[in-house]
C-alpha cells in the first residue's frame, strides 16, 4: 500500500487533542478549532505520526474504518492535504510548499495521495522559525483528511488589507468554482473591497449589480467569518471558503495574516526627501547630521514663523527637517510641497489668515530690508572665513570653536536663504551651479587640478555635496556653461547658498583635522569613525571627557534606498502615500524652460540624441549633464530648487513632483516636458511625429 499504517495514528477533527498544532499540525489545528467555536468546517481526520497521539488508534484496520467513514459505500471522494507544524504560522503560511491531493477516489488512491502528500514533505527545505536551523519536516507533517466539496462559488479571503495594512478592511476574491484555482494562479477571479461592517466600496473588475458573483447575502456572511475568525485566532485570517450548490457556506483553511504591512498612525506627519534632497542627496552619519541639517531645521522653522507659514505650537514641538534612515527628509505640509489633508477646514479655519495677517507687516518690511541684512550676513561669513587660519595652524580648542560657530551661523543663513526664495524670487536667473559650470569649464582649459580648481574657484563646491567622509571628484564633463561672470553677479538668494556650502566645507576640515591629530581621545581616529559621534559627543571628549566607550562598536548608516517622495511613518519605517500627487496622469509643478520631446535618461550609459533626464530628485551633482537637455523630469523637488533654477537658465523644459516618474518613464521611453504646466506624456502612446523643444538647451 505503500505507507505503514502502524506507524500512522487517526485523530478525528472533532477531538479535543486535535486542536494542538503540535500533533495534527497547523492547518488541521485551525480547522478543529474553527470547528469547535461553531465555524462551518467540514468533518474529517488527521494522520499523524504515532508517538505524537499515544492513545490514538493505529494500523490498517483504523485508517481503513476512519477512511469508510467520510468516503461511506458508495466512496464519495476525498481530499488529501499536508498540515504541517510548519506552515500556515504566523512566520510563515509556508503556501503551496507542501502537495494536496484533490478529487480521491477509493482505498488505493487514498493510501497513494497519503503517500504523495507525506513524499512531498522530503522535498521542502525548512528553516525552524525560531531557533534559524534547518528543520526536518517530517517532525511536523500531518495529512489532513476531508470530504472533496464541489463549490459552485470560492474564493480566498483576508480579514484585512495586508498591502495597505488596513484592518478596517476586507479582502474577497472569488471565482466559479473552487478556490484552487486563485490558489494555483490559474484564474484572477472578482476582487472584492469591503467594510468590517460589510459595505462594498469596490469591485475589480466592475461588475453590473445584477450580475455579481458575490451577492449582499454571500459578502455579509463572508465578512461575518471574517470577524468571527479573527476573534478565535486572535487576528486578521487568511481565510479559503467556498459555497456549495445548497447555498452553504464552508470554511475550507484559516491561517494568520503573514507580511502585514505597517501602517501610519492616524495624525502622522506627512514627509519626504522634498528640497532638503538637494542638499543632502545621500546618507548622513550622526555628525553630519547634527552639523548640518539641525541647523537647517532651525532656519527653516524661523522662516516659517516670521511669514507666519505656520503655528508657532507646532513649529516649537516639530522639527522642519529630519532624518528617516540617515536621508533628510522634510514635513511636506509646513513647507507647503503637499496639499493640505483637509483644504475646506482650512478655508474655514480663521487662524490661518490671522496668523498671516499679523505676519504681514514683517513680511513687507522684510522684502525691503532682506537685501542689505543679507548683504550683512554674508559680509560677516566672508569675513570669518577669511580669518580663519589653516586648520593644521588651529589649537585643538580654536578648532572646535570654529566648528560651533558654524553650526551657530548657518541657522540664519538657511533662514535668510528659504525667505529669499519666498520674497525676493530668483534675481538675474544666475545660480551658484551655473557658475561653478562656468568656471570649472576655464580652469580645465587651463589644465588644472581638482585641488587647484577648489582653491581657487571655491564656488564649485556648490556642485559638490557636504560630507565629513572623502571628498567626491570634481565632474569631468561640462557641456557648454557659458562664460563665469564672478560670484558678486549672483542673486541674494544664490550668495546665501554658496555660503552654507562654505561654511559646511570650513566645518569638515576642521572635524578632518581634529580626528588626524587624535584630538579627541587617544590616539588618531579617522573621520569615518568620527562621524558616528554626536555633535554634544564630540564636545564633550574635545574637553577631555573621553570618546563613548561604545564608539568601537558603533556601526555607519548604511546607503539605504532612496525615501519615497511622499511618505508616513510606521514603526520607524516610511511607508508610501498613495494619495499624494494623485491627479492626471504624470503631472506635477512646472519649472519653467519651455516645452520639449525626447528620450527618457537615467543619466547612466549612452546619452541619448535627444535625452529626457528623469530622476528622483534633483541633486547638484546632476548639473554637469543639464547643457543639451530636451527636458527634466524629477520625481520630488522646488522649482526653486538649485537644479531648477540653473535648468531655467540653460533653457531645459523641467517638471519637479512628478509622481511615479522612475516607474512611469523608464530609459528609452518617449517622453514630452511641458515646463510651464508640469505635464509629463509618454509619446510613445501617440503616433504623431516628436515636435522640437523650444529652449535652445533642447538642440542637443
Known sequence: MGIDPDLLAVVPLDSERAKDPAVTGAKAAHLARAAAAGLPVLPG????????????????????????????DDERPLVVRSSSAHEDTADSSMAGRFESVLDVTGWKEFTTAVRTVLDSARRVHVLHPSEGRDADPLDGMAVLVQPMLRAVTGGVMFGADPVEGREDRVLISAVRGGPDQLVNGSTQGVRYQLTRHGRLLRTEPAEPRSARLLGRSETTRLVRMARKTQRVF???????????????????????????????????????????????????QPLEEDLWLAPMSHGLTL??????????????????????????????????????AHPLLDFLNPAPGARRASAAWRVGRLRSALPLLALDLMADVDRRLAELPAPRHLLGGQILDAVSWGRAVLSPLHAQESL?????GTGSGATAAGEALAELAEGRARG?????LLARYPVLLSLLPPTLGE?????ESTGRPGVPRGVGALPVREGLRLRIRWVQEMQAE?????????????????????????????????????????????????????????????DGRPVADPTVGRGRSGEGQGAGGGTGTGTAWDGNGDRPERPVLVVSALDPALAPLLPGLAGLVAETGSVLSHLAVLAREYQVPTAVGVPGALDRFPPGTGVSVDGATGAV??????????????????AA
Do not use: C, Y
Request: glycine share 12%.
Open 234 to 284: 486572535g487576528g486578521p485570517q487568511d481565510v479559503e471558503f467556498g459555497f456549495d450548490a445548497d447555498g452553504r457556506l464552508w470554511l475550507f483553511q484559516s491561517r494568520p495574516i503573514t507580511a502585514m504591512a505597517a501602517r501610519p498612525p492616524r495624525g502622522t506627519r506627512l514627509l519626504g526627501p522634498g528640497p532638503v534632497a538637494e542638499t543632502f542627496p545621500g546618507v548622513l
Open 303 to 340: 522662516a516659517l514663523d516670521i511669514a507666519g507659514a505656520a503655528p508657532r505650537r507646532k513649529l516649537r514641538t516639530l522639527p522642519v527637517v529630519t532624518t528617516v534612515g540617515g536621508r533628510a527628509a522634510a514635513d511636506l505640509r509646513l513647507l507647503g510641497a503637499a496639499r493640505s
Open 420 to 424: 529669499a526664495g519666498a520674497l525676493l
Open 510 to 570: 576642521m572635524v578632518r583635522e581634529l580626528a588626524a591629530r587624535g584630538a579627541v581621545g587617544a590616539g588618531a581616529v579617522g573621520p569615518s569613525r568620527l562621524a558616528l559621534l554626536r555633535w554634544d559627543e564630540l564636545a564633550r571628549a574635545a574637553d577631555g571627557g573621553g570618546l563613548p566607550p561604545d564608539l568601537a562598536e558603533r556601526l555607519p548608516r548604511p546607503d539605504t534606498p532612496a525615501l519615497p517622495a511622499a511618505f508616513r511613518l510606521a
Open 681 to 698: 506624456e509618454n509619446t510613445d502612446r501617440h503616433t504623431s511625429p516628436q515636435t522640437p523643444a523650444t529652449g535652445n538647451g533642447a
Open 448 to 452: 588644472l587640478t581638482d585641488a587647484e
Open 45 to 72: 481526520f488527521a494522520l499523524v505520526p504515532a508517538g505524537r497521539a499515544p492513545d490514538a488508534p493505529t494500523g490498517a484496520e483504523a485508517l481503513r474504518r476512519a477512511w469508510h467513514t467520510l468516503a461511506g
Open 471 to 475: 571628498r567626491p571628484d570634481l565632474p
